[in-house]
């Protein structure tokens, strides 16, 4: 089981855009549309942004978004605010009752 | 609303074995929508996934700590526990149980966590 692969860090100023990958294989990301992501500030843990490629929970503002194709699933975080700065991890059904979690992206905001 | 609550010692000695209990409240451990997880997260790295427990008591577990893990649940008490033996330094880390939706395997709720330090 290897952790999926995304970018260590990327950045972006107020009101932009941001993308985060995060790439996996067909036995986990490509398999189903199984993947979510969590937002982490520090010292707090984690928190459910997007779940089932695209879906956000109750309360997650619409600027957070999700897609996938293929093998390599992503985030976009439209809009950025600064209390958007902080860690984000992608995380994919990889079997029966097991996941896999990326490698975590640090999101600055400028 | 649900709450997960890890507990046990914030200190292990090198070699010994690491214990956990996670306690959830505001919900039924028994459901079959979900099943139970144990994440960790080494200072300053990623989210690891350790191993997972359904109600059944089937396990699953991280193939790289799979020959030192086990991982429990008390269905009587709304527990589930971790253990871990033969630790050392690099064991080193914030432990958080979360819950898993089952359909489609999302955590949709976490504990806080609990530091668990290795060392001598």
């Known amino acids: 089981q290897s952790a999926l692969t995304q970018p260590r860090s990327v950045s972006g100023s107020p009101g932009q855009s941001v993308t985060i990958s995060c790439t996996g294989t067909?036995?986990?990301?490509?398999?189903?549309?199984?993947v979510s992501w969590y937002q982490q500030h520090p010292g707090k843990a984690p928190k459910l942004i997007i779940y089932?490629?695209?879906t956000r929970p109750s309360g997650v503002p619409d600027r957070f978004s999700g897609s996938k194709s293929g093998n390599t699933a992503s985030l976009t975080i439209s809009g950025l605010q600064a209390e958007d700065e902080a860690d984000y991890y992608c995380?994919?059904?990889?079997?029966?009752?097991?996941?896999?979690f990326g490698g975590g992206t640090k999101l600055t905001v400028l | 609303q649900l709450q997960l609550q890890e507990s046990g010692p914030g200190l292990v000695k090198p070699s010994e074995t690491l214990s956990l209990t996670c306690t959830v409240s505001?919900?039924?451990?028994?459901?079959?929508?979900?099943?139970w997880v144990w994440i960790r997260q080494p200072p300053g790295k990623g989210l690891e996934w350790i191993g997972s427990?359904?109600?059944?008591?089937?396990?699953y577990y991280n193939p790289s700590l799979k020959s030192r893990v086990t991982i429990s649940i008390d269905m009587s008490k709304n527990q589930f526990f971790l253990k871990m033996t033969s630790v050392t330094a690099a064991d080193t880390a914030l432990y958080y149980c979360?819950?898993?939706?089952?359909?489609?395997?999302?955590?949709?709720?976490w504990g806080q966590g609990t530091l668990v330090t290795v060392s001598s």
């Open positions: 067909s036995s986990d990301v490509g398999y189903h549309n199984y």
């Open positions: 979360a819950r898993v939706y089952k359909r489609t395997d999302y955590l949709d709720y």
């Open positions: 089932d490629v695209t």
């Open positions: 427990v359904y109600y059944s008591g089937s396990t």
């Open positions: 995380c994919s059904y990889a079997g029966d009752y097991t996941v896999v």
């Open positions: 505001g919900g039924s451990i028994s459901s079959t929508t979900y099943y």
